[in-house]
T-cell receptor, first 116, second 111 residues
C-alpha cells in the first residue's frame, strides 16, 4: 500500500513553455502533498505544501506565480512550471501523507525536467 | 525555521563493518526524524524513523538514536552489505507536517 505515482517521468521542453506534472496517491487518500526539487547530487528542497481544497503554502524564495500548485482532490496534486527556463531543469519529486495516519511521507518516483 | 545538518558527506566502509551517519537539528519543536535511502535516479525510500518520545529504535541491521537535549540523531547500519550503497538523507520536522532534509551522505560499501 501507500503508492504514489508521478507523470510524466521525464519531460523535455523548450524555454518559455509550461509543463504540468501530476502526483497521484494510488491506494490512499492524501490530505497533504509536498513538492520537492532536487538538483544533481544535492538534497531535496521543499518547494511547497499542497493541501486538498486550499491554496498551497510556498517556501521562502519559491515563486508562487511560476510554480502553480493545484490540489483538486484527495488523490491528485499538480505542479505547473510556467514559462520554464533552463535553470528550472531539475528532478521534481512529490510526496503524500496518508490522511488517516500521521507523519510518514511516501514519495513519488520523480519527474526529470529538462528545459532547452 | 528548522535547519538540519548532516555528516559526513561521504562514507566508505568495508563490507561487514558498521556505518554511522549523524545529523543535528535546530528547532526544538521538531519531533519526527525519518531517514531515507535514495538510489541514483530513484525516489527516496523510508528506512527508519523515530519520534521524540523515544531515544532509540531498531529494525534488524538499522538503528536510529535520538538525543533531544543535544538536538542530534544518528543512523547506525551494522554488518554493511554492498546493496547498502546509496545516498542517505536525514530529515526533521513536526510529525505530520513538512520535513527539512539534510544534505545527504553517500555511503559506499566496499566488498
Amino acid at each position: 500500500g501507500a503508492v504514489v505515482s508521478q507523470h510524466p517521468s521525464r519531460v523535455i521542453c523548450k524555454s518559455g513553455t509550461s509543463v504540468k506534472i501530476e502526483c497521484r496517491s494510488l491506494d490512499f487518500q492524501a490530505t497533504t502533498m509536498f513538492w520537492y526539487r532536487q538538483f544533481p547530487k544535492q538534497s531535496l528542497m521543499l518547494m511547497a505544501t499542497s493541501n486538498e481544497g486550499s491554496k498551497a503554502t510556498y517556501e521562502q524564495g519559491v515563486e508562487k506565480d511560476k510554480f502553480l500548485i493545484n490540489h483538486a482532490s484527495l488523490t491528485l496534486s499538480t505542479l505547473t512550471v510556467t514559462s520554464a527556463h533552463p535553470e528550472d531543469s531539475s528532478f521534481y519529486i512529490c510526496s503524500a501523507r496518508v490522511r488517516t495516519s500521521g507523519g510518514e511521507q511516501f514519495f513519488g518516483p520523480g519527474t526529470r525536467l529538462t528545459v532547452l | 525555521g528548522e535547519n538540519v545538518e548532516q555528516h559526513p558527506s561521504t562514507l566508505s566502509v568495508q563490507e561487514g563493518d558498521s556505518a554511522v551517519i549523524k545529523c543535528t537539528y535546530s528547532d526544538s519543536a521538531s519531533n519526527y526524524f525519518p531517514w531515507y535511502k535514495q538510489e541514483l535516479g530513484k525516489r527516496p525510500q523510508l528506512i527508519i524513523d523515530i519520534r521524540s518520545n523515544v531515544g532509540e529504535k531498531k529494525d534488524q541491521r538499522i538503528a536510529v538514536t535520538l538525543n533531544k537535549t543535544a538536538k542530534h540523531f544518528s543512523l547506525h547500519i551494522t554488518e554493511t552489505q554492498p546493496e547498502d550503497s546509496a545516498v542517505y538523507f536525514c530529515a526533521g520536522g513536526e510529525y505530520g507536517n513538512k520535513l527539512v532534509f539534510g544534505a545527504g551522505t553517500i555511503l559506499r560499501v566496499k566488498s
